[in-house]
């Protein structure tokens, strides 16, 4: 077990994780202007993007690359800097670091080196397109980018294909037509809605079927999505009224790999009855 303050530690150093404006640069939090301006260093996704962002913030603290193609190169050098006493602010693009973005190898090794990581909360493109898609918000899954080869994205989404919860993921446009095709094919043709050019002027939500959504996206797909997808509909549940009725669904549950408590937890669960009830009914308690 480990436990971390939210502190810097004796040496001084501390990584702090910074989201940025997914669009609308008022989104910028004053907490993260002042990280920006009192670390040592800022580790970004692409300098020169992050650099626009510093100018209009007249923030003048100096920049280090951190991409996917430099991850095992610069994670020793900024373990090595914050060790010996600095402040290190990480951010991606937009939005949260490591969320589809660098940051979790780097997280990783703060932790196993005992430097503090500090996350700053802020804009989120996921989030933000959930609460106005008219989906369902609670529960959800964010998956992020799909697999780009056919059979991957298939395979992945045959995994999915039986969450109940709103699925959110990214994708680009020029494959958008191509993925709410596949998603059709495996899923169904579910409720379904697209966001785009979130936060900004000419912010936009899509929402239909899968099959109205993929001739949106082959007629006229631009900027970066955010996909939210409905769950599954639950298929119609047997009712259970009598103890033989609750002890034969146990007893299946089981039939098909659960341990007898899990099984009662779960049957208790779907057809919302007390556990104590289906624990009675199977074991034949009166």
Known sequence: MQRQSSFKNSTGGALYLVPTPIGNLD??????????????????????????????????????????????????????????????????????????????ELVNAAIAADI???????????????????????????????????????????ELKNEMQTIIFYESPHRLGKTLAAMQEVLGDRQAVLA???????????????????????????????????????????????DDDLKQAVADAVAAGNKPNDAIKMIAKQHNIKKQTVYNAYHEIN
Do not use: C
Not at 35 to 64: C, M, P, S
């Open 27 to 104: 989104d910028m939090t004053f907490r993260a202007i002042d990280v920006l301006n009192q670390a040592d260093l800022i580790a970004a996704e692409d300098t020169r993007n992050t650099q626009k962002l510093l100018n209009h913030f007249e923030i003048e603290t100096k920049q280090i690359s951190f991409h996917e193609h430099n991850t095992q190169q610069r994670i020793p050098e900024l373990i090595a800097r914050m060790q010996q006493g600095e402040t290190i602010a990480q951010v991606s693009d937009a939005g949260m670091p490591s969320i589809s973005d660098p940051g979790h």
């Open 116 to 158: 503090p990581v500090v996350p700053l909360p802020g804009a989120n493109a996921a989030t933000t397109a959930l609460i106005a898609s008219g989906l369902a918000p609670q529960p959800f899954m964010f998956y992020g980018f799909l697999p780009r080869k056919a059979g991957q994205q298939q395979q992945v989404l045959n």
């Open 196 to 242: 785009r050019e979130l936060t900004k002027k000419f912010e936009e939500f899509i929402r239909g079927s899968l099959s109205e959504l993929t001739t949106y996206a082959n007629e006229d797909a631009r900027g970066e999505y955010v996909v939210l997808v409905a769950g599954k509909t639950p298929d119609a549940l047997p009712d259970l009224s009598s």
